[in-house]
């Protein structure tokens, strides 16, 4: 390992490592791995917010009324804009999640992210609705103060196709739904089981990840061991100096993550185990 002296657009000389071949590659992994979880955790914020944006400016009941709290019924307009954002958010993590796994092979993909979205209704659902309202459909409507997913006003827009094989499964659920009533699904009950398949998720990946990042952060403290600097600079791209900290501490954020998330998935589970006892009571 070297240092030598560069200049960026021929003004400013900054002093950076140089690194052998393969070390270099470990940083430039270990690099795009800490933005990638850092994205990551940005986006679940978000996501968290939004939901209790929602939750903060109506009151949910599990009947599928929503009601703003000075006590007039939310309007179809308000609750899509809410349903949208969550499920946008939630599929932008899962998306961020599968592109960093992926670089680590196929399992958590196939082994967490599709088994969550092959067993549970709600998230491949919203997962279809998400593509849907992108395309530019409503998927909430109100059902006489009542919101749903109805599964007939979905399943006609012929503008969008969506997934063959999910939209196969909706409407194989739309005509059983239709042998007893209207294929309408509950929407306040399928959007907490959402949240908490998303939730999941994350916290499974931080769960799978952990040890992997600790021996990437290994590695680089083995690299970098007789450097003082607590600021690294070790190449430009694009005429912008890439640099990392000596201090190495991604680790410990996936400790809180995993921590937050379990307080999280534990009170959507309350949320939700009490909709399914009452259907009559709000959140």
Known sequence: MNKKVISI????????YEFKEEDEKIIDDYIYCSDKIHFIDDFYNIFVYNYNLFNKEFKLFYNDRIVKKNGDLANETEV???IINIVSTGKTIVD??????????????????????????????LYYVRNYSQHGYIPVVDDGGFFCFDLNYILSENGYKGNTKAKK???????????????????????????????????????WIKQKVLEKE??????????DDEIIPYKVENDMLISFQKNLGITKNIEQYIEQSKKDLDYFKELIDKGRNSSFESL
């Open 80 to 82: 899509n804009a809410h």
């Open 96 to 125: 961020l999640i599968d592109t960093l796994s992926s670089k680590e092979g196929e399992y958590f993909k196939n082994e967490v992210i599709r088994k969550i979205y092959d067993e549970s209704f709600s998230y491949k659902l």
């Open 218 to 227: 290994k590695m680089i403290i083995g690299i970098i061991k007789d450097i």
């Open 9 to 16: 657009n021929g003004i400013d000389e900054i002093n950076i």
């Open 169 to 207: 499964s909706f409407e194989e659920i739309r005509n059983k739904l239709l042998e007893s009533g209207e294929p309408k699904i509950t929407c306040v009950l399928t959007v907490l089981q959402y949240i908490y398949d998303v939730i999941e998720i994350y916290n499974r990946f931080f769960e």
